[in-house]
């Protein structure tokens, strides 16, 4: 927790002519950015395979990366894709994800890809890539397993499967890898490439003197792995359907709540287990990042639990959770834990009490901010050394898209707090994090961009259009770095 600053940013996001940012020449420039501007910090939402509405936390995976992350100008430069598979690249969006486009045209590439891998690389790759299938079959044999079912079964969701297989019977894993022998081997390949590009960027980084802040979602989506796999450790009925899901009560971003859909842990099996399953998906986050964002961290303390039959997340309630046995066992597993709690929304002394217990920081977000009086901890005059400060995170506008939507009395809230005539409220709302006690302060890339509410990444509670902004090369301009170097060093970070 050193002085420092980052700039949140999702891979998914970076330039490149395949759609969509990757782990490739793009990726290794930004890190060149942050550097030359005297970041110490990249943060990342999590890198897992999506699913459907494109969401980083609807994941297929648990323990898997998204191989549409995989930089496919490093697998030509590595012998592992022939250069004629790119050849004919369509004209994709610059400034978005068109997902469905990208879906289609990475994954029939990254498929020639294992195709050529398996004729051109030399014995110590195949050697790297055996060695690789080995150390990680806890998880990822069950997860190339679930992608290929899901490819043989049209892509439906799980429960749908033949029983056997649906309910994960031994005989019926063992006769269906068997049977889906050169797809398995596909999916595990790619998880190989993405995590052998992934280790080259973050050492490229620390040797660049930039962290990484990864983020992993409290739950697993229904449609994953994890659940499929284990499906004793979630609330689930003779049908194979969740009993309830997880979400949270009526808030700022929703008057109706927020229905998620994950289905809930059954803590009372996982602490049978020592939460071993906790103990893995920890360890795997670690050697992944150097820190790590709990999303909804107050739900370890309890968490609202909807029937799944309710169509919104207004029907629920609240039920403990078992955090303090939780994290002094994954302490004890893996050491002193570099975790930033994200405490946001309806948070308790309980929960207070849960974060202080292991010193987690916790999180302020300067838009949420100006209320009626000074007392908001959310107001940097509030803040405590021990936690990280954002402009805003992937789930709210931008700050210029926020200030434009203010209502008059609390625009003029916000330039008396500034002191400024509110031409440059991004900037503004920056050099009010930067001179703040934090340790750790975070800015999106759009609020250097000085970029609106077109360029808002997620809008909780809505359906398609997320996840897709993406910025081009010339966006990212000498005077933006130049004016953030000079703010980092102005204020110590």
């Known amino acids: 927790m050193d002085r420092s600053s980052g700039v949140l940013l999702h891979p998914t996001s970076l330039p490149g002519r395949y759609g969509i940012g990757e782990f490739g020449e793009y990726a290794y420039s930004f890190i060149d950015f942050l550097s030359a501007t005297g970041q110490k910090l990249w943060q990342v939402l999590p890198l897992g395979p999506t699913g459907y509405g494109d969401s980083p936390y609807q994941c297929f995976s648990a323990f898997a990366g998204n191989p549409l992350l995989i930089s496919l100008d490093i697998l030509v430069r590595e012998n592992a894709l022939s250069p004629a598979e790119l050849v004919n690249v369509p004209v994709f969006p610059t ?37 690789f299938c080995e150390r990680n079959a806890d998880w990822l044999d069950d997860y190339a397993l679930f992608m290929a079912l899901k490819d043989a079964h049209g892509g439906k969701v799980w429960n749908t499967w033949e029983r056997d297989i649906a309910r994960h019977e031994p005989w019926a894993v063992a006769r269906w890898r068997t049977a889906l022998s050169e797809e398995v081997d596909t999916y595990r390949y790619l998880q190989f490439q993405f995590f052998n590009q992934w280790d080259a960027l973050k050492a490229y980084a620390h040797g660049k003197g930039i962290r990484i802040i990864g983020d992993i979602p409290i739950f697993v989506a229904n449609d994953s792995a994890d659940v499929w796999s284990h499906r004793e450790q979630f609330y689930f009925d ?40 906790w103990i893995e998906r920890c360890r795997s986050a670690f050697n992944l990042y150097d820190m790590v964002r709990i999303d909804h961290f107050r739900g370890f303390e309890a968490y609202w639990e909807v029937p799944a039959s309710e ?69 940097p005059h509030n803040y ?7 402009s805003g995170t992937h789930d709210n506008n931008t700050t210029l898209g926020w200030f434009e939507n203010l209502d008059a009395a609390t625009r003029a809230q916000v330039l008396r707090y500034t002191g400024t005539s509110g031409s440059e409220p991004n900037w503004d709302m920056i050099r009010l994090l930067m001179g703040s006690v934090a340790s750790i302060i975070v800015v999106t890339l759009q609020d250097l961009m000085s970029l609106g509410e077109p360029a808002r990444m997620n809008l909780p509670g809505s359906q398609g259009g997320n996840w897709s902004w993406r910025y081009t090369p010339a966006m990212l301009s000498a005077g933006i770095a130049e004016r953030l170097k000079e703010m980092t060093a102005t204020y110590g970070r």
């Open 95 to 131: 400034e978005r994800v068109d997902y469905g486009a990208v879906i289609e045209f990475k994954n029939r590439v990254l498929r020639q890809s294992f195709g050529w891998y398996q004729q051109h690389a030399t014995a110590q790759q195949l050697s790297d890539f055996r060695v």
């Open 384 to 390: 405590i050394p021990n936690c990280v400060a954002y």
């Open 311 to 379: 169509p919104t997340a207004i029907v629920g309630r609240w039920v403990k959770a078992p955090g303090h046995d939780l994290f002094r066992a994954i302490e004890r597993a893996l050491g002193k834990l570099p975790i930033i709690a994200e405490d946001l929304g309806i948070i308790t002394p309980e929960v207070e009490a849960l974060r202080d217990a292991f010193g987690f920081p916790g999180m302020r977000v300067l838009q949420f901010a100006f209320v009626a009086d000074t007392k908001s901890t959310y107001l």
């Open 238 to 277: 003779a049908n194979l359907n969740p009993t309830f899901i997880a979400g949270v009560p009526p808030d700022y971003f929703s008057a109706t709540g927020q229905r998620w859909g994950n289905p809930l842990y059954r803590w009372d099996v996982m602490q049978q287990q020592d939460f071993a399953w």
